[in-house]
């Protein structure tokens, strides 16, 4: 009785008191739990090994992942004045620019998504918006990737079906060709945001109100601002959607339309569609679990979050914090999210790998009770909510710049417009074992989609 006793006592110990502590009333506290993660994170990235290749993860983790994560780490940059990963940073978001330099290199095509690419798309405008250090002059710049990006999914805007949208995946040979989803052109809409405002180009202005408007129409975006993810109902015009509802797809939304908010000077119409979108993230801090705490509500709970999913909540967590230096009326409704989820968060640090007792789960709502669940996704995802409490609306400093107001990174408005069609690209070739890890990913999503996770589709 002793002995179960003592293992009871050290088991408690180890999972209690190892929890990252922060006290979110100070920066250097702040800074130094972000660092913990931050380290944490990037123990998994193997890409800065000698023999591997820079800007990969290992299994199990998609190439898009890869591309989020730096984008948070330029965030992470921005924010704590940490330099460490500087180097490591650039080296990966250069090495997988691609053949055309639009972030589309040949031996990703067998999975390549808009959604993808656009991942590393959105961290190289992260890196204009926060003036990352520029690259070298002979390599392609930040802004100039973000418009060759663009460029490049703007001719696949499909009229043919639906009326416009873009679809799920670039190539028609990719399991989810047949799918018009809201990450996909949520990441569409976000850049072409971002973009004019960095640029103060009304063309990218126009793109953003064009995707917004087929949105809603579809809606994919509801009349009271439900983010739903997507429609295989292309032959009769998206009119049946698929009816879940992810962090990152309003977070994505979030962002791009209080970057027009900014742009706009504060157009009503901005304001309206950005308060829209605070409201919908209210179904992700269920009221009995927190209240405050955010939870990805179609897998959480029922424990059937796959690796992509672990990550999600990073991208709502740091596209909330963004919306609050670009658009500062949201400050009163997400101080209370970001603060109490960084709190949890910070407690839910508490695994063991690598040697060290801090390694990050996936269930903020179990505080210090670490859920046994580990990887890049969870300790992006803590390390996105606490370093975004170091964003204050006071801070206009902090502001991401533009090209008039201190941006340095060179822009190309012609980039990424060499090869606009699947035939013009570079394309790595297809093997079967490629075919069938793509179609039984895609599968498992659908079959995921249409089963545990439609529960949360109308009710809330």
């Avoid at 179960?4 to 408690?12: D, T």
């Avoid at 948070?72 to 250069?94: E, R």
């Avoid at 850049?191 to 109100?209: F, G, K, P």
């Avoid at 992006?380 to 090209?403: D, G, R, W, Y």
Wanted: proline letters at 4%.
């Amino acid at each position: 009785m002793k002995s179960a006793g003592l293992s009871a006592l050290l088991l408690a110990t180890s999972t209690y008191v190892t929890a990252i502590d922060v006290d979110l009333n100070s920066e250097d506290s702040i800074k130094k739990a972000a660092s913990t993660i931050a380290f944490d994170m990037m123990s998994y990235y193997t890409g800065n090994n000698t023999g591997d290749v820079p800007g990969n993860l290992p299994d199990p983790y998609f190439w898009w992942e890869c591309g989020a994560m730096f984008g948070t780490m330029v965030d992470y940059w921005a924010l704590t004045g940490d330099d460490s990963y500087n180097k490591v940073i650039t080296q990966a978001m250069l090495h997988q620019v691609g053949e055309d330099n639009n972030y589309m290199p040949a031996n990703q095509t067998s999975t390549l998504g808009n959604d993808d690419q656009s991942f590393w798309g959105m961290a190289a405008m992260s890196a204009a918006e926060h003036k990352f250090p520029d690259p070298p002059s002979d390599q392609p710049q930040w802004l100039s990737l973000a418009q060759a990006v663009f460029n490049s999914q703007a001719p696949r805007w499909d009229t043919a079906t639906c009326k416009g949208g873009l679809r799920w995946q670039i190539f028609p040979f990719n399991t989810g060709f047949d799918y018009k989803n809201s990450i996909s052109n949520g990441a569409f809409f976000n850049m072409a945001s971002r973009l004019a405002r960095y640029t103060n180009n009304e063309t990218y202005a126009d793109w953003a109100e064009k995707i917004w408007t087929w949105m809603s129409d579809t809606q994919l975006i509801t009349d009271d601002f439900k983010v739903f993810d997507g429609s295989h109902d292309l032959d009769t015009g998206c009119k049946t959607n698929v009816p879940i509802q992810w962090t990152y797809n309003v977070g994505i939304l979030l962002q791009g339309a209080a970057s027009m908010y900014n742009h706009t000077n504060g157009a009503d119409i901005w304001k309206q569609r950005v308060q829209g979108l605070v409201n919908g993230t209210d179904v992700f801090f269920p009221p009995k679990q927190g209240p405050n705490v955010m939870v990805e509500v179609a897998c959480e709970n029922v424990n059937t979050c796959n690796t992509d999913q672990f990550s999600f909540k990073a991208y709502l967590s740091r596209w909330m914090g963004q919306t609050i230096q670009l658009a500062p009326f949201v400050y009163p409704n997400f101080q209370a999210k970001l603060s109490t989820s960084a709190k949890q968060a910070a407690l839910q640090c508490s695994g063991t790998k690598f040697g060290r007792n801090s390694i990050c789960g996936q269930k903020w709502t179990m505080g210090a009770k670490w859920d046994g669940t580990d990887g890049v996704g969870q300790a992006m995802s803590a390390l996105a909510v606490i370093q975004s409490n170091l964003i204050k609306p006071e801070n206009k400093a902090a502001v991401p710049v533009t090209n008039s107001t201190g941006g340095t990174s060179q822009g190309d408005a012609s980039a990424g417009t060499v090869a606009t069609t699947a035939q013009g690209y570079h394309l790595a070739p297809i093997t079967t074992k490629d075919q069938v890890g793509a179609a039984f990913l895609t599968i498992g999503l659908i079959v995921f989609m249409s089963g545990s996770a439609i529960w949360i589709a109308v009710g809330s």
